[in-house]
């Protein structure tokens, strides 16, 4: 045999290994990148499902007995951890606790309490929407934190007087 065919057989096995080696990396990376976008999307899911659960959840806190809203409560705080968005997360877990019986020394009449957690429900509602269609998150109402003041106050006074 001589020189030529012996670069050329070389040049040929060269180019064998280097296309093999290119095709073997590019299936990687590739497969690598599709992975990754699956358990994005898995994660997506779980929490689209969770949120759509928090919804039903709210539901029962407003139509339910105390029994039931008790049951949805702790199930809603199991499902907010599903949420992919902190600041999502950290609006509902706080919107969420609004639902819990008022303390006993709260002075807000029957009908107030009922409005209370209905227009909580209502921003929750609204809040978990944007989150699911992906717009901006609406800004939070100053009547939450009032909300959220009643139950801090008859809490403290309650600690103060015991």
């Given at each position: 045999?001589?020189?030529?065919?012996?670069?050329?057989?070389?040049?040929?096995?060269?180019?064998?290994?280097?296309?093999?080696a290119i095709s073997t990396?590019?299936?990687?990376?590739?497969q690598k990148r599709t992975?990754?976008?699956?358990?994005?999307?898995?994660?997506?899911?779980?929490?689209?499902?969770?949120?759509?659960?928090?919804?039903?959840?709210?539901?029962?806190?407003?139509?339910?007995?105390?029994?039931?809203?008790?049951?949805?409560?702790?199930?809603?705080?199991?499902?907010?951890?599903?949420?992919?968005?902190?600041?999502?997360?950290?609006?509902?877990?706080?919107?969420?606790?609004?639902?819990?019986?008022?303390?006993?020394?709260?002075?807000?009449?029957?009908?107030?309490?009922?409005?209370?957690?209905?227009?909580?429900?209502?921003?929750?509602?609204?809040?978990?929407?944007?989150?699911?269609?992906?717009?901006?998150?609406?800004?939070?109402?100053?009547?939450?934190?009032?909300?959220?003041?009643?139950?801090?106050?008859?809490?403290?006074?309650?600690?103060?007087?015991?």
């Open positions: 045999m001589d020189a030529a065919t012996w670069v050329a057989a070389g040049a040929g096995l060269t180019g064998t290994v280097l296309g093999g990396w590019s299936a990687l990376v590739t992975a990754a976008s699956l358990q994005d999307e898995k994660r997506r899911d779980r929490a689209r499902n969770a949120a759509e659960e928090i919804l039903e959840k709210i539901a029962v806190f407003l139509l339910e007995d105390v029994q039931s809203a008790t049951m949805a409560f702790f199930q809603a705080h199991r499902l907010v951890e599903h949420i992919s968005d902190k600041e999502v997360r950290i609006r509902l877990r706080d919107g969420v606790n609004l639902f819990i019986p008022p303390p006993e020394d709260d002075r807000r009449s029957h009908a107030q309490l009922n409005a209370d957690k209905a227009f909580v429900g209502r921003y929750l509602t609204e809040l978990l929407g944007a989150y699911l269609r992906e717009e901006p998150l609406p800004p939070q109402p100053e009547r939450i934190e009032e909300i959220r003041q009643h139950y801090s106050r008859a809490t403290r006074s309650s600690g103060e007087r015991g």
